[in-house]
């Protein structure tokens, strides 16, 4: 029977208003936003937006109570379809909701968020600092009440969270192509195994790989980016006062009294730095190279985040008369390839070499 269809009434007729929760007949209304409580609320007739806030506990810090959105279901001509309106909650707070409404209490962006960095070390008053857009290295360090006379400029360690992710998926790509390698390779080692019975030597290959896949899959980066740092009165307006990002942190050590030689060696160890040595001095006091080391790999971790490898492109002539300065490392990879085994891989030591000079680190097979 349509609503519009007049119906007559007679005597004794009984006319029965029933309720709609005699028959659980609740219809719904939607909060979302910058309020305490978002979710469905049951719709009542007169339910205005404002006791629709209020029943989602209120509006939060940063909501914009001046462009609350409303999306309306319409229904024309047997389609269904949404309109969205926008109304200021000051100026139209008893603006009646219909069932199903949806609204919408935008947060301003980043109103909640407190981006921070941290100075750790030499600095006067090491800590957490919040930070504003724009704000630069320099700024920060002049809240952080400047450098102390202990400073060490050279040693200090710039970390970024978003040089770390970039790090980090140059790592993986890496690792993702030795292991592509290491499985054609040894596919075709297993099928030669077949003929020529040396099923063993195949085996003994594929486990050693998946050991150094492994190792080289736990390697994280360290988000280093290479800093020179300076007095304030230098720094400021360099090419190194970066603009700052949530996560950076600036560490600024001491000065160190040692370089440190690593890896393949006959000692590994720290020797007090003494001023005009080079790398060739340094790898002499460790004993020089093993027999297994490979000596084309060599490379120094600078104290400031910089690599210099016996294998760069021009610098090998020089390289061993390259003079070191305190907290740097002179490191020596192990010859992989030397092994049998490696020769699943295709340039292993060209890979591995990549990855601890990008993360930073130094890594030992």
């Not at 806030?53 to 909501?63: E, F, R, S, Y």
């Not at 919408?104 to 008053?125: F, H, N, Q």
């Not at 400029?153 to 710039?158: C, D, E, K, N, P």
């Amino acid at each position: 029977m349509s609503d519009a269809t007049p119906v007559e009434l007679k005597a004794f007729d009984r006319v029965t208003l029933l309720s709609r929760t005699d028959y659980n007949f609740d219809e719904p209304v939607h909060i979302a936003g910058a309020v305490r409580k978002a979710g469905e609320f049951v719709w009542h007739p007169a339910l205005t937006v404002k006791n629709l806030v209020d029943l989602a506990g209120g509006p939060t810090i940063g909501a914009r109570t001046d462009r609350v959105e409303i999306s309306r279901i319409l229904i024309k001509e047997g389609i269904s379809d949404i309109s969205h309106l926008t109304v200021d909650l000051a100026d139209q707070q008893n603006f009646i909701l219909q069932p199903y409404d949806y609204v919408l209490v935008p947060r301003v962006k980043d109103a909640t968020r407190v981006a921070t960095v941290t100075l750790s070390g030499e600095v006067r008053y090491p800590g957490t600092y919040s930070i504003a857009d724009g704000e630069y290295l320099s700024d920060v360090i002049r809240r952080a009440g400047g450098f102390t006379d202990n400073a060490y400029f050279y040693g200090a360690s710039f970390t970024s969270l978003q040089a770390q992710k970039v790090q980090q998926q140059s790592i993986d790509k890496m690792v993702q192509t030795l292991e592509l390698t290491a499985q054609r390779n040894i596919a075709k080692m297993e099928q030669l195994a077949a003929a020529e019975d040396s099923a063993a030597e195949a085996q003994v290959s594929q486990i050693t790989a998946q050991k150094l896949i492994k190792e080289l899959a736990a390697v994280k980066a360290s988000g280093r980016i290479s800093m020179r740092l300076a007095p304030l009165s230098e720094l400021t307006g360099s090419v190194f006062d970066v603009e700052l990002q949530e996560g950076d942190h600036l560490h600024i050590p001491p000065k160190p009294a040692f370089v440190s030689v690593v890896g393949s060696v006959y000692s590994p160890n720290s020797y007090l730095f003494q001023p005009g040595l080079t790398v060739a001095d340094y790898l002499e006091l460790s004993g020089g190279p093993t027999k297994d080391a490979d000596e084309d790999y060599i490379y120094v971790q600078r104290a400031n985040g910089e690599v210099l490898s016996a294998k760069q492109s021009g610098m090998f002539s020089r390289f061993y008369s390259q003079e070191l300065m305190p907290g740097d490392a002179v490191v020596v990879l192990e010859d992989l390839e030397r092994l049998p085994v490696m020769r699943v891989f295709k340039d292993v030591t060209e890979i591995v070499f990549r990855i601890v000079t990008t993360a930073g680190i130094f890594f030992a097979i």
